[in-house]
């Protein structure tokens, strides 16, 4: 019987606000440089590759600090020279200020609904600490039953360790567990080795805003099933109450 929701993040659950217009202000406002869109769009590409290379080093409040100024100076060495003294103190709090995330509009409503047919929720995040800040600032966290990052396990999507402790959360079997994430790579795979079913979340191009674009925007898998947002979870979840569980056919 299915019992628990293990749910990624990024993609998933939120998304990256549009980074380029805030950069471009908190660089006016803070330092009176003017920089073009396509100049920070570029920095901030090079600054979410660093991050995506880093981000399990971040595992406390310390190793996050560190990081996120390391982050900074690779933005900084992305923006045009004219930025190439900016104080990285400051830079940083310009960075943060720039990035930030909210859900996705139907999630609250799914997550509130998946929980009251009795569902477990626990989040599974290729992220560093400050997953636990950002969905207590999108008004997640009261929503899910727990929190596993890759930074603080020392794990990463696809390895399936990650996977397996958020079961131990949970309190479930593989069996007992979806795994509704938006990449092929990380997701799919890692659900696959944990013994897990894998549902792949394919959002539009209308709902996938931000830096950077979820990677699930491929066709899924043959045998996986995919969703364009997660409201059928609610449909799903209430299949298995009802079925004592899981449900033939596509949730799609």
């Known amino acids: 019987m299915r019992r628990a929701l293990l749910l990624d993040a990024l993609g998933t659950l939120v998304e990256l606000e549009p980074p380029v217009a805030p950069l471009q202000r908190e660089l006016r406002e803070r330092f009176g440089l ?3 869109e396509d100049d920070a769009r570029r920095a901030l590409r090079a600054e979410i ?8 080093e971040a ?3 310390a190793s996050l600090a560190d990081l996120r100024a390391r982050s900074a100076a690779a933005l900084r ?10 104080p990285l103190g400051p830079l940083t709090e310009a960075l943060l200020a720039a990035l930030r995330f909210r859900p996705y509009p139907e999630v609250p409503e799914v997550l509130r609904a998946a929980r009251a047919a009795g569902a477990r929720l626990v989040v599974v995040s290729n992220w560093d600490v400050s997953l636990h800040a950002v969905l207590e600032e999108t008004r997640l966290a009261p929503l899910v039953d727990g929190v596993v990052t890759s930074a603080e396990l020392g794990s990463a999507k696809p390895d399936p360790a990650i996977l397996l402790r958020g079961l131990a959360l949970a309190d479930v079997a593989a069996e007992e567990a979806v795994h509704v994430g938006d990449s092929v790579e990380h997701d799919v795979a890692g659900a696959l080795a944990a ?3 894998p549902l792949l979340v394919v959002r539009t191009a209308e709902t996938a805003r931000g830096l950077p674009a979820p990677d699930g925007s491929v066709a899924p898998p043959p045998g996986v099933r995919a969703i364009a947002t997660l409201r059928p979870l ?6 298995w ?4 569980g899981a449900p033939n056919g596509s949730a799609s």
């Open 241 to 244: 109450r009802s079925c004592g």
């Open 49 to 56: 590759s660093f991050y995506r290379a880093h981000h399990d």
């Open 195 to 197: 013994g897990i079913e």
């Open 59 to 61: 595992c406390d409040a």
């Open 34 to 36: 003017e920089v073009g």
């Open 77 to 86: 060495d992305a923006l045009p020279p004219a930025a190439s003294e900016l």
């Open 234 to 239: 609610v449909e799903l979840v209430h299949a």
